[in-house]
């Protein structure tokens, strides 16, 4: 038997159309959600994101920006905009684009984004709230996992998740965001021995590495769920996940593909995050 597919492409469509719907509702109020996207330099793949995004917005019937700045900008002159954008009333969401060039320190440029414009959920205090449990702006990537999982009848609650990666942007946030939903959840990583026996514990296994297809056949448990947060460039251009989706999809009980997975969650998410906003800022429930 293989693997029933998780159908990120789909599940994104759902999601943005119940977003419009929303939109529509707000804009009966004379609210138009927000956002702001930040750009600084020429990074290749950061311009497609950016126009993504913008692009998304329009789709969705969001007012955007998108600041394109030269890498030559100072980080004082970006911290200006983004104090600026705090202030602005049409901006429920900023989203500074990363990497940043190596003369910008990262770090202040998400400390200075107001908590309640943080849609990208990087703030130190984003990343408190979601750890005690409080009403945060979720990080995209991991509430997309979530998303995909609660919408395919994958509940979480009272299962085993095993979570490859502890990054800041994935590995903990998604593991947090497991917790919450009452899974059991392991936390994995490059130190952690034995990896192929810790995954095949997983009813859950939750994947996010930067390796392309480390995880083979024998480290799933014949019916788990496998969500590949994985984006690699193979040498012949092809995308892939760090799953050997292949090899897998014939163990799995589900499985997400790359690309078409997590992938077009992340954006959509965004866009969740800044109607959220939207809301608040207006106290519409
Ligand atoms: P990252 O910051 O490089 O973190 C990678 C994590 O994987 C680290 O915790 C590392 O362990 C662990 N790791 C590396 N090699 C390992 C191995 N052989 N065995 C076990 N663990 C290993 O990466 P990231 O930002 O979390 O991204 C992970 C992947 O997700 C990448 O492919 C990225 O492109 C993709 N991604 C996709 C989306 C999306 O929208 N779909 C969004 C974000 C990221 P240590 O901590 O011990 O070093």
Redesign the pocket.
């Known amino acids: 038997m293989s693997a029933r597919i998780i159908d990120g492409k789909r599940i994104s469509e759902e999601i943005r159309e119940e977003i419009k719907q929303e939109v529509e509702r707000l804009l009966a109020r004379d609210v138009r959600p927000g956002l702001a996207v930040v750009l600084v330099g020429e990074d290749a793949a950061s311009q497609v994101y950016v126009r993504n995004k913008a692009k998304a917005c329009d789709d969705l019937g969001f007012y955007s920006e998108v600041h394109r700045l030269p890498a030559s900008t100072t980080q004082d002159e970006l911290l200006a905009l983004i104090d600026r954008l705090n202030g602005q009333a049409s901006i429920h969401g900023i989203l500074v684009q990363l990497p940043l060039p190596k003369h910008i320190q990262e770090k202040a440029v998400i400390d200075a984004i107001a908590v309640d414009k943080d849609v990208d959920g990087f703030h130190p205090v984003s990343v408190g709230n979601l750890m005690i449990g409080d009403d945060a702006l979720l990080p995209c990537?991991p509430s997309g996992v979530i998303e995909l999982l609660k919408r395919t009848g994958n509940d979480p609650a009272g299962k085993h998740a095993v979570v490859?990666?502890?990054?800041n942007?994935?590995?903990k946030p998604v593991s947090m965001l497991l917790l919450r939903e009452n899974a059991t959840v392991t936390m994995?990583?490059?130190?952690?021995p034995n990896?192929p026996e810790v995954a095949r514990q997983a009813d859950i296994l939750v994947v996010?590495?930067?390796?392309a297809q480390?995880v083979k056949r024998d480290w799933v448990k014949p019916g788990a769920v496998v969500v590949d947060?994985?984006?690699?460039r193979l040498d012949n251009g092809k995308l892939c996940g760090?799953v050997d989706y292949d090899d897998v999809a014939p163990v799995a009980g589900w499985i997400t593909p790359v690309p078409g997975g997590?992938?077009p969650m992340?954006i959509t998410m965004l866009m969740q995050n800044t109607l959220k906003s939207a809301k608040r800022t207006h106290g519409i429930a």
Do not use: E, Q
């Not at 996010?208 to 390796?211: C, E, K, L, N, W």
């Open positions: 990537t490859i990666g502890r990054s942007i994935v590995g994995t990583h490059s130190r952690t990896l996010a590495v930067g390796v480390l947060v994985g984006m690699n760090d997590v992938g992340t």
